[in-house]
């Protein structure tokens, strides 16, 4: 790349990986965010897969306000999964986080020689292990029936026709009694079940890492296996990743999605199996726990 090039170009880094004749046939098939050709940047027994990307889109401000627009993210999102699920056939890959930029392909290799007792290791625990997610909330539409038919009980007064028949504002506290008792009710289910999944999947994964439950938009986006047979929607309540071993990724699924199965008003999601993104960079700290919802 002539200098002028590399002054218009920045370069996008996707994953580290080991530079093997394998991974120098994948990255060549593939595209990048940019529609980019991607190659291997390697020092020693390390690499990464980067592509060259413009740098007036890719730059700090520029990216900073592309990823506050939920259709650019979206598609930077997808085109970097892209890549990474290329290469995770391959056995060991480090997905690096979404939009990592760098200036020049020489800043790459500094990195990749800087962190390599840190990469290094990573690589060695992640071979043959992929990543599942699981995702548990309240299911609004069981709550929604649950709402329906007490609603349409009787009350004691109406069922004798006398006098004692609820007011149109004593029948509206008591709707909303109801409800904060049905959010309640829901919210300790699907803590419970959070809990005995966690305790479930343990057995199988060897790491786990506990996301903060998403909120707003992002948590309506469904995928994957789902218990509950809910619609999206609802209150995240836990959103954590497994690292489980390739060769048990199907049983990991099933023995999630059993220990769901009965339990009204409660929606668990499972995705995967993915690279393992959540355990190729050092922890997150441990989320607060949810709170519980107020009264209304």
Do not use: C
Request: overall charge negative; hydrophobic content about 40%.
């Amino acid at each position: 790349m002539t200098e002028s090039a590399r002054r218009q170009h920045m370069v996008y880094a996707y994953a580290v990986l080991r530079p093997t004749p394998e991974a120098a046939r994948a990255v060549a098939t593939l595209r990048g965010v940019a529609d980019e050709e991607v190659g291997l940047v390697e020092t020693g027994d390390l690499a990464a897969a980067v592509g060259p990307v413009p740098a007036e889109e890719f730059e700090e401000g520029a990216l900073r306000a592309g990823l506050e627009e939920l259709p650019r993210l979206e598609a930077l999102a997808r085109g970097h999964h892209g890549v990474v699920a290329g290469l995770a056939p391959l056995g060991a890959v480090l997905p690096l986080r979404l939009a990592t930029v760098y200036r020049d392909e020489d800043r790459v290799r500094r990195v990749l020689q800087e962190r390599r007792d840190q990469f290094l290791p990573l690589l060695e625990r992640l071979a043959g292990h992929v990543e599942w997610g699981v995702k548990v909330y309240t299911d609004p539409t069981d709550s929604l029936a649950g709402d329906a038919a007490v609603a349409a009980e009787p009350t004691g007064g109406e069922a004798t026709g006398g006098e004692g028949s609820l007011s149109p504002g004593r029948a509206y506290l008591a709707a909303r009694r109801r409800r904060r008792r049905g959010a309640e009710e829901a919210w300790q289910t699907a803590a419970r079940t959070a809990a005995r999944i966690a305790e479930e999947a343990g057995g199988l994964a060897v790491g786990r890492v506990a996301h903060r439950p998403q909120r707003g938009e992002l948590a309506q986006v469904a995928g994957g296996g789902t218990a509950g047979g809910g619609k999206p929607g609802g209150e995240n309540i836990a959103n954590d990743a497994y690292l489980v071993p390739a060769g048990r990724a199907e049983e990991f699924r099933a023995r999630v999605l059993a220990a769901a199965e009965g339990q009204p008003g409660v929606r668990v999601e499972v995705t995967g199996p993915w690279a393992p993104y959540s355990f190729a960079l050092p922890p997150e700290p441990e989320p607060e726990p949810v709170a519980r919802p107020e009264p209304v």
